[in-house]
């Protein structure tokens, strides 16, 4: 499945670092916002996995770092509860803001309660799913031992160490903990929702799930993970919650964007600003939404490809389309086409822009046939257009556009090989 960067400023000015699984060979028939387990990240392995498995069955998934952790920014000492609760909501609306606003939120553990504080407040949310959640947020400060809780309480903050890896706490975090009232909140979700549990679990025992099911209304469900651990590090148990979430929430989540709707404009590509970072834009085109964006070096979130980055993509496209073409007019036995594109800029060079293009091969082709398809990607479309020239037209907005039709390039590919 396409797995892309999508960065996002935080409700704190940080840059808070995401990805987006998108799933493959169509438009996502909803989007999910998945959270973390406690000094977990994106990268946990019931994060990917669910949200990879999810993308599998048509739920594209953000996956993100909350504030100090993975490659997101800010101080995690200076964390609270009530910031990981702004942090959801802040990816809730750089979701929105690029055309893929959530309707399920998932959380495990910690993030599962972090879900369960935030989806109330949530537009647009309509189901809810928490894997190995506690109930009772305080119960996080068990992880700490009894030491680690004193020297926190009596100096303001103290080293513990989690999964082996040490982690400053301080008090304002205990406190937060000690303020949040998550039996209201969850009496008051408006939600549907999805508990999954494993009995064995011993990091947050089960009885923490008969408490949220108590709290909750209906619609709510449970089911058991069975044999499950606590951080679902088993690739089976992953791909089987996802498989239950995908299956419950598919009678509250909304329809599939008609293909219609879409591809209003068929040959128009709209661009957009979001209002994220310096640079970052919404792209609809063919049918799919995406972002693009420039790099953190330059100043953007690093959250899309980049504008020439886009045009090499054009080019690789093209190329791949017209070998594929080619092949199978000619009745070779090609496999696959893999192409790789850079562009670089010279002012000593001229033209100054450089597209290189390294193509990939593979298939039971002959030395002659791989010769003869490598000077046909020379004649792809795209290729010619770049070193043919072309003209800009700039109308204001309301102006006539005129696509190509998509019927010109076919034809053009075809006419690329039969003048082979």
């Known amino acids: 499945m396409p797995t892309e960067p999508f960065d996002f400023t935080g409700a704190d000015g940080q840059r808070l670092s995401g990805r987006l699984e998108r799933p493959e060979g169509g438009p996502a028939r909803a989007w999910a916002l998945f959270a973390h387990c406690f000094t977990c990240s994106k990268t946990s392995v019931a994060a990917s996995r669910i949200s990879r498995a999810l993308a599998a069955l048509g739920v594209g998934v953000l996956r993100f770092d909350f504030t100090g952790l993975g490659e997101s920014e800010g ?5 609270t509860f009530s910031g990981s609760v702004r942090d959801l909501h802040a990816a809730r609306d750089a979701m929105a803001a690029a055309g893929t606003p959530p309707s399920l939120l998932i959380g495990h553990s910690l993030g599962g309660a972090a879900v369960l504080a935030a989806a109330g407040d949530m537009a647009g949310v309509a189901a809810v799913a928490t894997l190995a959640a506690p109930f009772d947020v305080q119960q996080v400060t068990e992880l700490f ?8 309480e009596e100096t303001g903050e103290a080293e513990v160490r989690l999964d082996g890896r040490p982690f400053m706490v301080r008090k304002a975090f205990i406190d937060d903990l000690r303020a949040q009232d998550q039996a209201e909140r969850i009496g008051h979700l408006r939600r549907a929702l999805l508990i999954l549990h494993a009995p064995i679990d011993r990091t947050v025992d089960v009885e923490n799930a008969t408490r949220i099911f108590m709290a909750a209304r209906h619609p709510k469900s449970f089911v058991s993970l069975d044999h499950a651990d606590h951080l679902l590090t088993r690739p089976a148990d992953a791909a089987y919650a996802a498989g239950v ?6 009678r509250y989540l909304p329809d599939a964007p008609a293909a219609a709707a879409a591809a209003a404009d068929p040959g128009v590509v709209e661009v957009e600003t979001t209002g994220a970072g310096k640079f970052q834009v919404r792209v609809k085109a063919g049918g799919a939404t995406f972002l693009a964006d420039e790099p953190v070096s330059m100043g953007g979130l690093a959250s899309g490809p980049t504008p020439y980055e886009l045009f090499s993509a054009g080019l690789g496209a093209c190329t791949a389309m017209t070998l594929r073409l080619y092949a199978e007019l000619k009745g070779w036995p090609l496999a696959g086409v893999k192409v790789g594109v850079t562009h670089s800029k010279a002012a ?9 293009r390294e193509i990939e091969l593979t298939g039971d082709l002959d030395p002659g046939q791989r010769a003869r398809m490598m000077a046909i990607a020379d004649r792809c479309p795209v290729h010619r257009t770049i070193e043919g020239g072309s003209k800009v037209e700039t109308l204001a907005a309301g102006g006539p556009l005129t696509p190509e039709d998509p019927a010109d390039h076919a034809r053009d590919m075809a006419r690329a090989c039969a003048d082979g």
């Open 348 to 356: 000593d060079r001229t033209p100054p822009d450089l597209f290189t």
């Open 145 to 152: 031992g009894a030491d680690g809780l004193q020297a926190i």
């Open 75 to 79: 101080e995690f000492a200076a964390s």
């Open 245 to 250: 979430i995908a299956a419950w929430a598919s």
